[in-house]
């Protein structure tokens, strides 16, 4: 794409988003809309833009995208109006923006089970395992001169239960933070409810990051605050909190940067997390690679490795591998409180020593280790194969503190194919016929997966989508089918607002010893969103 060969990254970026979700997906629609929009194709850059924001709201690039978006729905407008001149700067006036999406779905998925035993008649047991309308914002307000860039966003959700269920209406806050970047000085800082996954943070907490370019290739970081384990999670814990810092070191040879760092986490006044480490990113036209080592000082053990790297050849053939080494979940003292009926580290404490404590995190934390290699190759100029294999395993937990250790699962292999079709019918259609054999320690399963779209106009989109599986387990004498057809149809009557539906059912078969049991299920999402 940097060499003005947009149409060509269009095509294989699209291919790329068909294979399964992995940590290269986010980039991979970044990259699709920027190509659309470097292409002249607005409307549709617009739509990967706004499913990225969909998908990732809170991933590394959604600033990015968000900005992206915001100039592409401003483009044909006038110029948004300034403010009064603030104070003499010597940095110009200031000018605002006001980008949001709202949206609303509504969500059904409802089942019934019939079990079929010798000489009983059958009894249907209908349920509703969801009937509930999610509401959605995600406003961001922003303001900014020649020297400065501030802003303000808020990405909030409610739920609107219709059952009488024990889960109730709820709201989330998935972000709720303030920007703001100062040219002259060179800092930067973001308050309150954020995402970030790097420098050793892991995911969403309350706090502060403030970052401050030494030069032109270095960039400090120091980030403070409490981890958020839920997003419905709306007020800070005070009995978690951590400090760390980073530094970004970029383009220490071409095409490669760096960031080291150390972070220290306390949960009351006990270390829960204290770890060093190192990221790297590396990108040339011919390879991707970004690799990550986090070391735990405190429990003297590595925390996570993880390696995704990918190989170009000239005939575009691409190799990709993948290998992930972590504590599942994240090795952290708080972890001491699984399967105790306590859900306080102090009310933990009455029970055990602090030393107790931190055998029992490290006892419950299970290692898994998981890989891939898959190889993708274009057949001719609409049609790629791509075929890959992964396994993973997780090892055994040990019994602790009246807790019953998990079982190890031993080595599972997971092997697909598959043949992808673009533009056969209609420029922008889509086909995709994949197979994949699962092979785990307690059983094997069969899947075959045809995913479609076609676009009837530059509004009206359909996706059939149909899925078939066979399972047959190893442990016990039971075997399983399920077939689960889908459709979702994407409309656009407006450039800013979108309609979305999508319906499907599930039936699924399973043979046991002396009963069948039976599930007809279907689910419907529908709602529309509204972007300005």
């Known amino acids: 794409m940097t060499a003005g060969e947009t149409a060509r990254a269009i095509q294989l970026l699209t291919k790329a988003l068909t294979f399964e979700e992995n940590s290269a ?134 739920t609107k239960d219709f059952e009488d269920s024990s889960r109730g209406d709820f709201g989330t806050i998935s972000a709720l933070y303030s920007d703001i970047a100062d040219r002259a000085t060179r800092l930067a800082t973001r308050i309150g409810r954020q995402t970030r996954s790097t420098g050793g943070v892991l995911g969403r907490f309350d706090g502060a990051l403030v970052s401050f370019d030494a030069t032109e290739k270095i960039r400090v970081n120091v980030v403070g605050g409490a981890p958020v384990i839920r997003s419905r999670d709306l007020f800070v814990d005070p009995s978690r909190r951590f400090v760390g810092a980073s530094v970004d070191i970029n383009q220490i040879v071409k095409g490669l940067d760096t960031t080291v760092y150390f972070i220290h986490q306390k949960v009351d006044d006990l270390i829960d997390r204290q770890a060093a480490g190192v990221e790297f990113r590396f990108v040339d036209n011919h390879h991707t690679a970004f690799g990550l080592i986090d070391y735990d000082t405190f429990y003297d053990t590595l925390n996570l490795a993880l390696f995704n790297g990918s190989w170009r050849l000239e005939d575009e053939t691409t190799f990709n591998v993948a290998f992930d080494y972590r504590y599942s979940p994240a090795l952290m003292t708080i972890d001491a409180l699984q399967g105790q009926g306590v859900e306080t580290i102090s009310d933990l404490r009455s029970l055990f020593s602090d030393g107790d404590l931190y055998f029992l995190a490290e006892a419950h934390a299970a290692r898994t280790t998981s890989g891939s290699f898959t190889v993708s190759r274009p057949v001719t100029e609409k049609f790629q194969a791509n075929g890959g294999i992964t396994f993973s395993n997780m090892a055994p937990t040990i019994d602790a503190g009246g807790v019953q250790g998990q079982l190890g699962t031993g080595v599972d292999v997971f092997y697909s194919a598959q043949i992808l079709g673009t533009s056969l019918l209609t420029e922008g259609d889509l086909m995709m016929f994949g197979v994949r054999l699962d092979d785990t320690s307690t059983a094997q399963r069969y899947v075959i997966d045809l995913n479609t779209r076609y676009p009837f106009s530059r509004k009206f989109r359909v996706s059939p989508r149909l899925r078939i599986s066979q399972r047959n387990s190893k442990t016990v004498d039971q075997t399983q089918f399920t077939v689960k057809p889908s459709v979702r149809i994407n409309y656009i009557p407006k450039r800013l607002f979108q309609l979305e539906l999508e319906a499907g059912g599930e039936w699924t078969q399973t043979n046991n010893v002396l009963d069948t049991e039976y599930v007809k299920g279907y689910f419907l999402i529908g709602g529309y969103r509204l972007d300005f």
């Not at 969909?54 to 483009?75: F, I």
């Open 25 to 158: 997906s986010p980039d991979a629609r970044e990259l699709l809309g920027l190509a659309r929009q470097k292409n002249g194709q607005l409307a549709h850059a617009k739509a990967e833009y706004e499913e990225y924001l969909k998908r990732y709201p809170d991933g590394d690039g959604a600033s990015r995208v968000r900005q992206r978006l915001s100039a592409l729905l401003t483009a044909g407008k006038a110029a948004p109006p300034e403010l009064r001149d603030g104070p003499a700067t010597g940095a110009g006036k200031f000018v605002k923006r006001l980008t949001a999406s709202l949206s609303q779905f509504y969500q059904r998925d409802e089942s019934t089970i019939t079990l079929e035993q010798p000489n009983l008649a059958p009894d249907p047991d209908t349920q509703v395992n969801r009937n509930a309308l999610i509401s959605g914002a995600d406003i961001t307000a922003s303001i900014s001169n020649d020297r400065v860039d501030a802003s303000l966003r808020v990405s909030a959700t409610h």
